[in-house]
């Protein structure tokens, strides 16, 4: 089965509302990153953890490598927010071999 | 569902050289993406290849130094010609089924 499992697969927020991105993962993981598609299809990078959380503005992401789970908590959803959201997980073995979760599409209502 | 398969899974090369990386899909595809990533950075889109067609490449990508091949609908091969050091990072082959997009292991290429 995947390695990663990410939900949910899609999420509707009103602005300034928040909610949480949540990756599971059936093996353990050294490290995780979070990407954001943006409209030109690249994948930007919003964060990167071995282990703990990071926050960045509105953006707080959390690893757990013994639980297995990684999120990634949105608050006061604006509408640019919107988009596809992708969790990726670098597993102990094979290195520099990561493995991504199917996305979730946000969508920010006015 | 789509699984993306890569070889190899990581390279060393010298300067000058070419190396070819292969994507294999377990089904058919319509359309691959060649994506690259300076270590923990972006995923940069490089280019988009269809069947039977030229790829369109992004901006700062270019055929002659990143020549795609797409000869089926389950394969792709992205070649690195006249390797440099800068061109030393990950490099990931993508396809989208039913709105999800899939992303293969990455490939390491280190180009000394």
């Known amino acids: 089965g995947d390695q990663v499992e990410q939900s949910p697969s899609a999420l509707s927020l009103h602005e300034g509302t928040g909610s949480a991105l949540r990756c599971n993962f059936t093996?353990?993981?050294?490290?995780v990153q979070w990407f954001r598609k943006n409209s030109r299809g690249s994948l930007i990078n919003l964060f990167y953890?071995?282990?703990g959380t990071k926050e960045n503005g509105r953006l707080k992401s959390a690893f757990d490598s013994k639980e297995r789970y990684s999120t990634l908590h949105i608050r006061d959803a604006q509408l640019e927010d919107s988009g596809t959201y992708f969790c990726?997980?670098?597993?102990?073995?094979?290195?520099?071999?990561?493995?991504f979760g199917k996305g979730t599409q946000l969508i920010i209502q006015p | 569902s789509v699984l993306l398969y890569q070889k190899p899974n990581r390279d060393i090369c010298q300067s000058g050289t070419s190396l070819k990386i292969q994507c294999v899909a377990d089904s058919q595809v319509v359309s691959m993406f060649w994506y690259q990533q300076f270590q923990e950075q972006s995923l940069m889109l490089m280019a988009t290849?269809?069947?039977?067609?030229?790829?369109?490449?992004e901006s700062g990508f270019t055929k002659d130094k990143f020549p795609i091949s797409r000869p089926n609908l389950t394969f792709s091969t992205l070649t690195v010609n006249n390797a440099r050091p800068g061109d030393s990072s990950i490099y990931f082959c993508s396809s989208t089924s039913s709105y999800e997009q899939y992303f293969g292991p990455g490939t390491r290429l280190t180009v000394l």
């Open positions: 990726a997980a670098e597993g102990t073995e094979g290195a520099d071999r990561l493995t």
């Open positions: 953890l071995a282990s």
């Open positions: 290849a269809n069947e039977g067609s030229e790829a369109t490449y």
């Open positions: 093996t353990t993981m050294r490290a």
